[in-house]
């Protein structure tokens, strides 16, 4: 766990790290979201801000969604197996 807040949802508080939802969207939806294009936030509070859920087409091809671990919810986003 990393108890670094930079990593915190500016919305909800929880350390996107910690729950293994470090990623990437492209930049225009980032900034639709949060048009001062600083912060982090989680695949909830990103969604609750652009009124739907996330789809594979939303996320980058940058090695930041592949490389670090990823909790359940993001890896049905990014279109992944969900382990059961």
């Known amino acids: 766990m990393t108890s670094d807040p930079m990593f915190d949802c500016m919305d909800c508080g929880v350390n996107t790290v910690d729950i293994d ?37 939303d996320f980058t091809d940058w090695p930041i969604n592949r490389v670090f671990p990823q909790s359940d919810r993001l890896k049905d986003r990014l279109g992944l197996t969900v382990d059961s």
């Open 21 to 57: 939802e470090y990623y990437g969207v492209w930049d225009d939806i980032w900034l639709f979201a949060n048009p001062a294009d600083f912060g982090m936030m989680c695949i909830g509070c990103l969604e609750h801000r652009l009124g739907r859920k996330l789809t594979p087409i």
